[in-house]
């Protein structure tokens, strides 16, 4: 049974910081490409950020570029996204997702290429 469990949410001031994990199991995490999503009430979910199975490969989208940084623990089947400087607007549900791309560091923005996806974790930043 795959899962994908997302901590590290909350409440966080305008200008603070966050680091979310997402605890993989139930896959060869290392064969997996992670990307973190978020879904803000009334829109549509949007990409944030993708890391390649091995990490060397990153990927951001315009709107986290400088502020976030995405990283993974192979060993501890994690992937983790740092959040600083966080804005108002960054308020949503962060999920993370899988997808299976061993041995090679393509990555996808697409949601729909990801085969598994957690529950999300709240981010809530005031202003």
């Known amino acids: 049974q795959v899962q994908l469990v997302e901590s590290g949410g909350g409440l966080a001031q305008a200008g603070g910081s966050l680091r979310l994990s997402c605890a993989a199991s139930?896959?060869?995490?290392?064969?997996?490409?992670m990307g973190w999503f978020r879904q803000a009430p009334g829109k549509e979910r949007e990409f944030v950020a993708a890391?390649?199975?091995?990490?060397?490969?990153?990927e951001y989208e315009d709107f986290v570029k400088g502020r976030f940084t995405v990283s993974r623990d192979n060993a501890k089947n994690t992937v983790y996204l740092l959040m600083n400087s966080l804005k108002p607007e960054d308020t949503a549900v962060y999920h993370c997702?899988?997808?299976?791309?061993?041995?090679?560091?393509?990555?996808?923005?697409?949601?729909?290429?990801?085969?598994?996806w957690g529950q999300g974790t709240q981010v809530t930043v005031s202003s």
């Open positions: 890391i390649s199975y091995s990490g060397r490969n990153t």
């Open positions: 997702a899988a997808d299976l791309r061993s041995g090679t560091d393509y990555l996808t923005t697409w949601g729909h290429d990801y085969e598994y």
């Open positions: 139930g896959i060869t995490f290392s064969n997996y490409a």
